[in-house]
């Protein structure tokens, strides 16, 4: 106290004054002042007071429903050809034995198959082919690739993590090696209506980030397919596998053991009742683990294509909203309750029931 | 506990172990050498510090395997490395442990690179040594502290600190008397004095070697040694004791210097040996977690062996195609034996392996992440505990410690307090204010007035004088009543073993006295007689000088039996300047009625202990007071047997408990006074809080019926119309009985009580006598019954170990939470074994804090503590451990589900890397900041309303009904997350990367959306966190498609360039939150708990209350 009053006395003495309150400050260890410190820091607390509940209930359901009504149109816009070929593709006489009818490389595997346009379809028409039970997802099949390899022909050797078609029985690098490359899709399409030609384009089916930066412009392959046993597509190898477009989009592997690769686009309108002829060779051999080839023609909206789940969700999951607001709506009507009334409280609604 | 400061009984046991010769530690004094010769003393250098370069990697990593956790993950990141079973790449795996490791390891190295450093420092100060030179030119040098061995003699100067134990040879009074502080050893201010024996006193250091010391063994009491010296030449044992020997840490004060010789060094010290870390214990939620964590294995086990066993009948249907199936490839061509299969071990060995790495991919359904977090969140939590202004004592200027670390949440769930009364309930402040002297009483407080007149000794401590005694003592000298009026007061001054540190005041004619000494019962009964003109002025070994009235006189002690909680009292043999031999006695009234001689004045006895009874119902601390004057005959009796029993070796105590037994008997009845022990701030407020908490109020003190009584109506306890149940006998039979009673009556009040309107709060109160009977005879299981019905517990006249055994009593028998709170060494068993253990850095040394889980300056912190603190840290944690188990879970559901469409092979359409981060930097962060941050009620609110506690104790926020819940909401995520875009995609060209980016962002961004939902309070920070992790993510996974050598290279990219990836995330989020948010609104309307309630109160009613705030808990004002 004393020293408090002769520094407030003795205008000169500001500074020493200043610092002895600054040591008293420093000896007390009270911790400081902030709203962090303290926990009040500003904060909102939202309740879901009933209007809150209703409300969003509501918002949601009106926002959803017309937005699954769109989608179940734009859906419905989709005009989509699929033919199964690939049991119908077998000559009568190989029926019972598949295996050795795709097996035996000295059997022609043309084979002709007509679609009939069910519905106009506008340019362009994508064409794909599906494979059912083809597991590109497999544990063992997905892993089986080298990506530095793809992009960089003095990485030719790594092919790690490529087994079982890492390299040749001579021990020389597979490019591109694993079963991914190894089992690339074979067969090929060519359409015709009437006696015209439907090209088929097939640039730019693949991803461009994939062309540029994955696989590598002056990667080739090399040792590709002379194994043993074939899997599926030879490579040329005097092309580049940045141009080897099939290959890129067969090496996107499919999220789920049924799925659709692009083959190819038509920019051709086809009309309602048009016969497209298409000659197919049958290579790819799908019999061994019984699963199905089809080709499919389709047009595509923004959604992408012909699939209605979509739009059902949006309208089942809207509808489920609106249901709910008028539920709690009548809820709240039926019993109702003061919000932050203390009469709720346990202890006041039995008083010493504690 | 009053009177047992001078050490409790636990500490007494250690020294009364006899000393045997056999396993003395001899240390020869000056002879270092000769001393370690036959059996290597510990060195001085003393290593805190737990790793050294060399060995930090692998004892650090040992110890944190110490963690199952820990374990778990080693476990599955060497399994992972298997060829056959490498789910993840090599570092992807290993990354989570690696990180969670590094970062201990790091903290850990930095903690013990800061220990180091205080060692160094400690071990190289310097202390002057007594070097054996040539002759007699022995001198002391200066040696670094490690250097210092047992059997050196050591110099130390005034406000140096001891480097060692050492037994004290000389000082620099000639009385040999030596002043020490132990702050830093038991926190204690107050200067102790220690002495050198007369025989060492006056012979230089350097003569002395040749001398043996036999000491006990090391151990860790610092309140008692026992040991002899042997001096050169001489047969005779010098005995030494607890006040002969100064301690390492302690620092010499208002002694010049003083010589002394190490008996114990380095580890050895007591105070090293008294180092114990904080006590190990586990919070009740994280038991409660482990339950949950068991059903998460059983789930983790039982979809393993649903996807081992389904890829087991998966690949025997397709046995016979899968030689060519192009995505298989059975066969290895490239393998020397041309028909060796490529990675394929026939159907059973493949279940094995497949099951081995689904129990990989799906690891995280125990969440590991989950025990990081929770320490990290209590982390966070101690820091706003330390950081509460509310929290912090002006008082003793002493902050709110957090000393466990992990049971953070126990304190949102306590059922029952067990508090200390002296100096946690109180002050211990001691305030001498009545006297029954001669059979008068004297506590008319209008008589009472401050001391007038100018005096020459200037105690610190005031104390009102009563007029009229003063008036008897000064005039009254020939009368009878005056002289036992006058023996009443000198009792006051001589019997006690205060030290008075006279320094000089502001007035150059007075001098300040300081009062010095272990108990504040003695500090004031010695202020007291100073005001009334007794002063004590100085002591030293042998004598105390006494200001009588003006004028000095020298008083002999010639003997001195200390306190002890058996005898529960103390004498003083003093040599009188008229050579007469007095012996004064004071202590409790119980024990010493025994020891009075009812027959000299039975009249004086009755009408003592009727005044008694009434300060003692005043809440007053009473102390009898009882002299005799020896004979010449009785004195020497006396004087050959204590010396014999004060040397003796073996059995010490008690050979000198039974001279002392011998002695105090026959007494003359001189008075008894009454020692205001005062309330601590804001105890009633506080008890009367914690009642309508819920929380059961037990007080355990060392006082006797009727001051335990009167404090409990004083701090509302007690109230009026409480039944009170008496429990206190004095034979095994009769306590059986009034426990029978009891309990009849407790069944009689609950019969009544049907309805809960009517019943009548019960009061137990019960002694330690009857405890000690009850416990004897397995009677424990109906005190049980009578303690739990009772709304209050009251314990007066108990031991130490007997307050660990009724917290024992409840802790064993029923699953509610007990908290002890005390602040003596005599509270340390109990806090030890409660649940929760507060310490009260208060009066009484710091062994209850060193003993204690949390420490804190006050009683009535433990409101905010408990109401606000412990309720906040278990509904954080609750809700933590909850939303850990439901996020991880909703991951690997949704992991599950894709498994099945991959013919049972677990690939994983995330990328490994995003697998991995899922836990660590996807959904950490948020989590944590809601746990350290998310408050449901405010301060105010909860501190209004106490009952508002009862969501903890009944485990409102962490239970198996939530856990269900939870999960269920968990499935249901999966499901949204997985089946909606695999059916919108299903037979498309979606390739496994960008299906793979859409799932991770929809489970995160529908965890995040699920915490923000439950978040109660928004502020910035919350905000940054949620939203910031979402958007983090994004980021991460971008990051990781802009590898071109992932196989997922720009798919995210490519993937948000389509409507439907939009479309679809929104349709996720909407349809997971559904039944949550229904559920939510239903349950937060319809049956609203109290905490609902009041938070919509805090919301629109408590606006206008905020200027009234209701409870001032604190009396820290907000600068």
Redo the contacts between chains.
Sequence with gaps: MNSHAAGTSNGGSGDAGGAGAGAARRNTRMPKYSKFTQQELPACKPILTPKWVVSVFFIVGVIFVPIGVVSLLAARDVVEIIDRYDEACVPGNMTENKLAYIQNSSIPKDCTRTLMVTKDMKQPIFVYYQLDNFYQNHRRYVKSRNDAQLRDPSKANKTSACEPEKTTADGKPIVPCGLIAWSLFNDTYIFARGNENLTVDKKHISWKSDREHKFGKDVYPSNFQNGSLIGGAKLDPNISLSEQEDLIVWMRTAALPTFRKLYGRIYVDLKENDNITVRLSNNYNTYSFGGKKKLVLSTATWLGGKNDFLGYTYLIVGGLCIFLAFAFTLLYFIKPRKLGDHNYLSWNRHPAGR | MAEDHHGSSRHMSASQKDLGDEDARVVRVGDAERTSERLEYAGNAVRTAKYSPLTFLPRNLFEQFHRLAYVYFLVIAVLNQLPQLAVFGRGASVMPLAFVLIVTAVKDAYEDWRRHRSDRAENGRLAAVLSPGEGAGAQFRPTEWKHVRVGDVLRIVSNESLPADMVLLATSEPTGVAYVQTLNLDGESNLKTRYAKQETLSTPPDQLTGAVIRCERPNRNVYGFQANLELEGESRRIPLGPSNIVLRGCELKNTAWAVGVVVYAGRETKAMLNNAGAPKKRSRLETHMNRETLFLSAILVVLCALVAALSGVWLRT?EE?????????K????SKDKDGN??YYGIAAQIVFIFLMAVIVFQIMIPISLYISMELVRLGQA??M????RL?D?SS???FQCRALNINEDLGQVKCVFSDKTGTLTQNKMEFRCASIDGIDYSDITRQQPVEGDRIWAPNISVNTDSELVKLIRDGGDTYQGRHTREFFLALATCNTIVPMITDGADPKKKVIDYQGESPDEQALVSAAAAYGFVLVERTSGHIVIDVLGEKQRYEVLGLHEFDSDRKRMSVIIGCPDKTVMLFVKGADSSMFGVIDKTINSDLVQATEKHLHSYSSLGLRTLVIGMRELSQAEFQEWQMAYEKASTALLGRGNLLRGVAANIERNLRLLGASGIEDKLQDGVPEAIEKLRQA?IKVWVLTGDKQETAISIGYSCKLLTREMTQIVINSHSRDSCTKSLDDAISMVDKFQSFSTD??A?VPLALIIDGNSLVYIFDTDREEKLFEVAIACDVVLCCRVAPLQKAGIVDLIKKRTSDMTLAIGDGANDVSMIQMADVGIGISGQEGRQAVMASDFAMGQFRFLVPLLLVHGH?NYQRMGYMILYNFYRNATFVFMLFWYVL???F???T?ITEWSSVLYSVIYTAVPTIVVAI?D?DLG?RTLLK?P?LY?AGQCEENYNLRLFIFIMMDSVWQSLAIFF?P???????????????DLWTLSVVILVNIHLAMDV???????HAAIWGSIVATWICVMIIDSI????G??AI??VMG???FW??LL?VT??GM?PH??A???K???T?S?IQ?????????DTHDVTHPEVQMST?V??
């Design positions: 397709h195609e899968l030689e060519l199936a192009q995505f298989f490839h066969r290895d061509y490239l490529y990675n820091y706003f330390i950081r509460d202004t912090y002006e200027n002493t902050r819920g809960s309107q019943r906040w469409y991959t013919g092979t677990l690939t359409a941050l408050k301060r309303y009952q009862g909606i695999y059916l919108a995609y299903r037979k498309s060209v979606i390739d496994g990367a960008s299906l793979g109660i309070r928004w502020n910035w920070i919350t071109p050598i992932m196989p290279f720009w990219y490519k389509t409507g439907l479309a679809l349709a909407v349809a559904i948010f229904a939510k609104a239903f937060e309307y319809f609203p109290d309630i009041a938070r919509e109160m805090e919301k629109w009613q820290v907000r600068v």
